[in-house]
């Protein structure tokens, strides 16, 4: 066998079907961040110089006031301290709900748990978050911790649900022959339990987000507290400054964007690195 079938030189020659094809994903790449470019770009322009028919600018403003604004709010600082104030109880909403959905998921991965648990949770899922509100208030007034409850309230599910898939599509017959093997429960979920629903925690993290976040932001025009984007976005509603407003709920679409990518990513890494095959 020659030396340049064993390096693989034949198939990276010039031309080769198969140096085609090795470059081909990154030629595609480019050629799909291009098109949306331009796209963006083409939408930007009929926007900026649309009749005022077309396009309801008292509403919507047009691109470059929506510019201006988002300097002033940055010169200001009120986009930074705005985004903080409201990422901050996304966070804390974040860590209970998946504490609380977890936990739940465990508890209901048992027949008897499962049997006396998942009535009040399914019922409990069914109740129309926003519908609550006013019962936040009057329970924990107008507050940020109505807020994260307010929050928490949403994402737990999705934990919930996606623990609950991942206990579900464990193979039961390496579950019986770990125990044949003599693992204790806690080593059972260490070693198996645990490392097979990681896939299905970043996928509810990829889901509870955005969701999290755009909760927030809906608890604070609500029930508006001292800071926070959705109470600039208010107050830039309020005084019928449509720059400003469309300038604070583009940020907001442009930070669920940009953390939905990066739990993506995050998440491919990972699945491509245990195997698993999994792509979203």
Partial sequence: MSTELLTGADTASAGSPVRRWVRRPGRRSLSVAVARLLTAFAVLLIWQYSPQGVVPT???????PIIRSFGH??????LFSGTWATAEQVLYSLVLGALIGVVLAILTWAPIGRWLLGPLISASYAIPKVGLISFYILLLGVDTKAHVV?????????YYFAVRDAFEDLDRDKL????????????????????SAVPYLFTATRIAVPL?????????????????????????TDSLDASTSMAIALFIVLIGYLLD???????????ESIGTGLVL
């Fill in 176 to 195: 019986t022959a770990l125990r044949l093997m003599g693992a204790s429960r806690l080593a059972l979920f260490r070693v198996y339990v645990l490392p």
């Fill in 150 to 158: 307010f929050v928490t309230g949403f994402v737990l599910f999705a």
């Fill in 261 to 271: 990518l990066l739990i993506g990513a995050r998440l491919r890494r990972y699945t």
């Fill in 73 to 78: 709010l940055v010169r200001t600082g009120e």
């Fill in 58 to 64: 008292i509403a919507v403003s047009r691109p470059l």
């Fill in 212 to 236: 999290a976040f755009a909760s927030e932001v809906f608890a604070e025009l609500e029930m508006p507290t001292a800071t926070g984007l959705g109470v600039s976005l208010e107050q830039a």
